[in-house]
C-alpha cells in the first residue's frame, strides 16, 4: 500500500524558509508516470494546489506561487520536498503531499497534512 507521510517544522518565522519532506513508501517516486504533489489548505479556505515533480523528475508550480516555491526530491531516500521563501502569515495552512496521475487524473493517495503556522 502506498503511504505518505509529511515532516518539517510547525512553527516558521515570517521572511524564513517553509521546509517541508514528503516520504513515501510503498512506491517509487521515480516510476512510472506519477505526479508528486504539494497542496495546503489556509484556514478558512479551500484546497491549493502548490506544485509537482513528476517521477522524470520535471517540475511544475502554480503560477501564484511560482516565484517562490521549488519542490526537489531525493530519490535514494524515496522523499520529494517543498520549499516556500519569504513566508508571510498568509502561508499559514495545513500542508498535504499527494500522488497523482497527469493532469486531469485523481490524486489516489494523501499524506494526513501537516499544520505550518507562520509567525509575523
Known amino acids: 500500500q502506498v503511504q505518505l507521510q509529511e515532516s518539517g517544522p510547525g512553527l516558521v518565522n515570517s521572511s524564513q524558509i517553509l521546509s517541508l519532506t514528503c516520504t513515501v513508501s510503498?512506491?517509487?517516486?521515480?516510476?512510472?508516470?506519477?505526479?508528486w504533489s504539494w497542496f495546503r489548505r489556509p484556514p478558512g479556505k479551500g484546497l491549493e494546489w502548490i506544485g509537482y515533480?513528476?517521477?522524470?523528475?520535471?517540475?511544475y508550480y502554480n503560477p501564484s506561487l511560482k516565484s517562490r516555491t521549488s519542490i526537489s526530491r531525493d530519490t535514494s531516500a524515496n522523499q520529494f520536498t517543498l520549499q516556500l521563501i519569504s513566508v508571510t502569515p498568509e502561508d499559514t495552512a495545513v500542508y498535504f503531499c499527494?500522488?497523482?496521475?497527469?493532469?486531469?487524473?485523481?490524486?489516489?493517495?494523501w499524506g494526513q497534512g501537516t499544520q505550518v503556522t507562520v509567525s509575523s
Open positions: 515533480i513528476q517521477s522524470r523528475g520535471l517540475t
Open positions: 510503498g512506491d517509487s517516486i521515480t516510476a512510472n508516470l506519477y505526479y
Open positions: 499527494a500522488r497523482g496521475g497527469p493532469p486531469g487524473d485523481p490524486y489516489d493517495y
